[in-house]
């Protein structure tokens, strides 16, 4: 064989050589490129969907523990007026509006379409050559992602026991002002009405009023 | 390394990055700074060094300079001894020719004027051979230049591949830096299959 010949069965070679190979790592890293945008596109629609389910979610809910609330209320101040009179008509409003929330929390949790929970996110990533950065960020997404769905699971359950608790209490405050202050005093900014020393139902600065009995 | 190959490198200017042209591609992962199973795992985007390629070349390089060589050494011996030959035989025929003139005049030959201009033609023939002959030795010369700028141009070439070879392997390397590796603990995962384009996009979330 000549030397040219030679020189361009070599060049040949090494042009042929470093084509293919190239073509290999370029399928390789275009493989795991695509792959890694599936696992991220994963964890971001994952994402997405327990974002609109748990504000749909407690959106139901307020309903529910709305109603359950305000049936369990009255019906408590219905059940414990006739057995203790004024006490218990409050107190049964108390127990009856934090029992009532309680129970309209955990119907609208039983009845949710396509049950309560948030469903978990396990996208899977192939493993790879390349892009470690990237890949460590996305897994790092991930995982942010699986705790606020854990978290927003656990907030929920609980919310139905502090939301009975808080609309006890609320229902007992109301129970124990005047009905008509339930409200404040609409459009009076400032004011306060105060019973002083002498017994007289007055306006907070002196002004004397009428004492409803 | 052979030690052939060791000199062509040298004689490159390559001699210092002569671990590069083993033939062994998980020496070049190595000497890239690839790691563990790095060293398998990417072989397959490096094109593989042949150093007897490349000394088969540089041999073809040297025979052929030889055989040039030799050919050019061959065409002068040639003619040089066929100047030698037509110099004696002019010069032959010339004393031959001067000797009968002087017969015939009755003079021989130890006349002046002929003898004078016997040696003149004798100079001439001696003159006209020495013109040649140097007119040999300038043909053999070019021949020798251009043999040895032939054969330069060949090693050359040998030089510029295996420069071009070693660039496309700290290239190749340096793209592969770019794509920050992960350890080559993971093989060919998923199912894509595309096709050419930039490596490095990176991925916004």
Redesign the interface.
């Known amino acids: 064989?000549?030397?040219q010949e030679?020189?361009a069965?070599?060049?040949a070679?090494?042009a042929a050589?470093?084509g293919?190979?190239?073509?290999?790592?370029?399928?390789?890293?275009?493989?795991?490129?695509?792959?890694?945008?599936?696992y991220?596109n994963q964890?971001?629609a994952g994402q997405q969907a327990a974002e609109e389910k748990d504000v749909s979610r407690k959106r139901r809910k307020s309903g529910w523990r709305l109603g359950g609330a305000l049936l369990g209320g009255v019906g408590g101040w219905l059940l414990g007026g006739p057995g203790g009179a004024a006490k218990g008509s409050k107190w049964g409003a108390t127990l009856g509006a934090g029992a009532g929330s309680l129970l309209g929390s955990k119907i609208a949790q039983a009845t949710e379409p396509g049950g309560w929970k948030l469903k978990g996110i396990n996208p899977q990533?192939?493993?790879?050559?390349?892009?470690?950065?990237?890949?460590e960020?996305?897994d790092l997404?991930k995982e942010d992602v699986s705790r606020y769905i854990s978290d927003a699971n656990k907030f929920y359950e609980q919310s139905a026991w502090t939301d009975a608790v808080q609309d006890a209490f609320t229902a007992r405050k109301m129970m124990l002002l005047d009905p008509r202050d339930w409200f404040g005093d609409v459009g009076v900014d400032g004011d306060e009405w105060i019973t002083n020393k002498f017994g007289e139902y007055v306006r907070h600065g002196g002004t004397v009023g009428f004492k409803y009995e | 390394m052979n030690e052939q190959l060791q000199k062509l490198l040298e004689a490159a200017g390559l001699g210092d990055f002569s671990q590069y042209f083993t033939g062994d591609l998980s020496q070049i992962i190595k000497l890239l700074g690839l790691k563990g199973d790095?060293s398998t795992?990417?072989g397959?985007?490096?094109?593989?060094f042949?150093p007897q390629?490349?000394l088969?070349?540089a041999d073809?390089?040297s025979e052929?300079r030889d055989v040039r060589s030799g050919m050019l050494s061959g065409r002068l011996g040639e003619q040089l001894s066929s100047l030698k030959r037509g110099t004696e035989t002019g010069l032959e025929r010339g004393r031959d020719k001067f000797r009968e003139l002087g017969a015939t005049s009755g003079f021989g030959d130890k006349f002046g004027a002929l003898k004078r201009e016997g040696g003149e033609s004798i100079e001439d023939i001696i003159q006209k051979s020495l013109t040649q002959k140097s007119g040999y030795q300038r043909d053999f010369q070019r021949g020798s230049i251009a043999s040895e700028e032939q054969y330069g141009s060949?090693r050359g070439?040998?030089y510029s591949?295996l420069q071009?070879?070693l660039n496309?392997v700290l290239a190749?390397g340096e793209?592969?830096y770019g794509?920050?590796?992960?350890?080559?603990?993971?093989?060919?995962?998923?199912s894509?299959?595309?096709?050419?384009?930039g490596?490095t996009?990176?991925?916004g979330?």
């Open positions: 064989m000549t030397f030679i020189m069965k070599a060049g070679e090494q050589g470093w293919e190979s190239g073509r290999l790592l370029t399928k390789q890293v275009k493989k795991e490129e695509f792959n890694l945008y599936d991220i964890i971001l990533l192939a493993g790879g050559m390349f892009f470690k950065g990237q890949r960020r996305a997404k | 790095q795992q990417f397959k985007f490096f094109q593989q042949n390629t490349y088969d070349a073809a390089a052929s060949e070439a040998i591949d071009k070879w496309a190749r793209r592969l794509l920050d590796l992960t350890g080559g603990g993971g093989g060919n995962g998923g894509g299959d595309p096709g050419g384009g490596d996009t990176p991925l979330f």
